[in-house]
């Protein structure tokens, strides 16, 4: 059996490559690849299937080779980010000179703007994948080129893309290989337990926020027998906790419904994360949701500015968010919320209004980053047209390490002090601190906090 090697590059940074973002870890986390989860599944079936992940497992360069000379891939998929793209590039480099007979293919949001010039003649690139829940890359493995849907491919001096692949509003995945993640250094700042799994329910996004990549690819649904099967997997492992990596939990509601009505009736006994939006987890659905196991949810606040909201294609007002983020607190689900400081018409007056809202709502945690004009979103757009950013921007990380670009009206300097303000406002709240001290349940929770306070 021929062997695929699934490849996380070593970096100079903590970074988090992972379904077409990357960025900076903010606090130390380190969530499993949910692309190379779902390909795991995709591939096992007609490959052995190996991992090396330089960033969990934290290996050099030279040992990172050494791992993939070991194993003797027949093809490597590698990761690749738009704030780490210098150093894969060049890596990957490394790797076609290590293992000339090997292909290698690449995926990630590098790739989702003029991806052919990636495999211009000297690339060490053959090809790019573009959706990975697809069965494209069988075929391109197989070289049939002409079913390798969803990828570009260098075929001499062309660069072919056989096109999109069949359009399944309720796909499936072969059952994803989780095993081979479980024993590595993954950890995730939500998470109850040190040993966790990724699952994606959806694909993509059915909202069109102006600044997120994930309303670009399109929106498929997995169907609830298909979720069922692999979380049964997860348990059959000793593995009790989950992180949705799903964009919107509940987006399709009656499937939602339908998957926490499953897992309850089975007793799964699973506690998991998910993200969702304040307008789709209405109280019905919250209320499923916790009684299946959901503890921890995370929204995107994004702005205490109804304009900002507005003006970004949020769909949805402060009020909401306030509603939304006191009912969990009223029924026992915990929340983070995540901010986007800088957005091109960001100004003092909105800045301010989102300190105030970091100051008075009840969330448990927020994620505070600033704006990042992502490859192929109409941010990008709007930000080259009002001369904030050229074409060739190169800084493309939100955690607020260093600030991608000027609003409007404020410069980066600005931004990113008011991104300082706005971690204090929250954090070093006094009330804030007592509550997140009452909640600590175990040592786990205890060792959790103090590593995520001090990152």
């Known amino acids: 059996m021929k062997k695929v090697l699934l490849l996380n590059p070593p970096g100079e940074r903590l970074y988090i490559r992972d379904y077409f973002c ?21 591939l096992a079936g007609e490959y052995e299937i190996g991992l090396v992940d330089a960033m969990a497992e934290k290996l050099s360069p030279e040992r990172t080779l050494e791992r993939i000379r070991d194993f003797e891939p027949f093809a ?109 250094g993954y950890r995730h700042p939500f998470v109850r337990n040190r040993r966790f799994a990724t699952v994606l329910t959806d694909y993509g996004c059915p909202f069109h926020c102006s600044f997120c990549v994930m309303g670009t690819l399109g929106f498929k649904s997995r ?33 939602a419904r339908e998957l926490c009505r499953r897992m309850i009736s089975a007793g799964l006994g699973i506690g998991w994360t998910c993200f969702s939006r304040v307008d789709v987890a209405d109280p019905e659905l919250l209320s499923l949701m916790r009684e299946a196991g959901c503890h921890t949810v995370i929204f995107g606040v994004e702005s205490g500015s109804d304009e900002i909201l507005k003006k970004y294609g949020k769909g949805y007002t402060r009020a909401q968010i306030v509603s939304a983020i006191d009912h969990c607190a009223a029924i026992g689900i915990e929340t983070v919320g995540t901010f986007i400081l800088g957005l091109p018409e960001e100004t003092r007056e909105t800045m301010e209004r989102t300190l105030d809202l970091l100051r008075t709502i009840k969330l448990d945690y927020a994620s505070i980053n600033v704006a990042v004009p992502r490859m192929g979103t109409p941010l990008r757009e709007e930000a080259i047209s009002h001369g904030l950013v050229d074409g060739d921007f190169a800084v493309m990380d939100q955690s607020g390490a260093e600030v991608a670009m000027a609003s409007r009206t404020l410069s980066r300097a600005e931004i990113a002090a008011y991104r300082r303000r ?11 601190i007592i509550r997140r001290l009452a909640r600590i349940r175990s040592l786990y929770d205890l060792t959790r906090q103090v590593k995520q306070a001090a990152a």
């Open 22 to 42: 990357s960025k900076v870890s903010q606090a130390d986390y380190l969530t499993h690849p949910v692309d190379f989860v779902v390909l795991s599944g995709i």
């Open 223 to 255: 169907t609830p027998d298909s979720v069922m099967a692999e979380l049964e997997h997860i348990k059959s492992l000793g593995i009790t906790e989950v992180l949705f990596h799903t964009q919107t939990f509940g987006a399709r509601k009656e499937e």
């Open 422 to 432: 706005a971690v204090s406002a929250f954090y070093f709240n006094p009330r804030y």
């Open 76 to 184: 490597v998929i590698s990761l690749f980010g738009s704030v780490s793209l210098p150093e894969d590039l060049a890596f990957a480099a490394r790797v076609r000179s290590a293992c000339p007979g090997t292909r290698l293919v690449g995926i990630g949001d590098a790739f989702r703007e003029g991806g052919a010039r990636y495999l211009a003649t000297g690339s060490p690139l053959d090809a790019l994948l573009l959706d990975f829940t697809t069965p494209g890359i069988l075929s391109y493995l197989k070289d049939d080129l002409a079913s390798a849907a969803d990828m570009l491919i260098r075929s001499g001096d062309e660069v072919l893309r056989p096109g999109p692949g069949k359009a399944d509003p309720g796909f499936r995945i072969p059952l994803p290989r989780h095993e081979i993640f479980s024993a590595r």
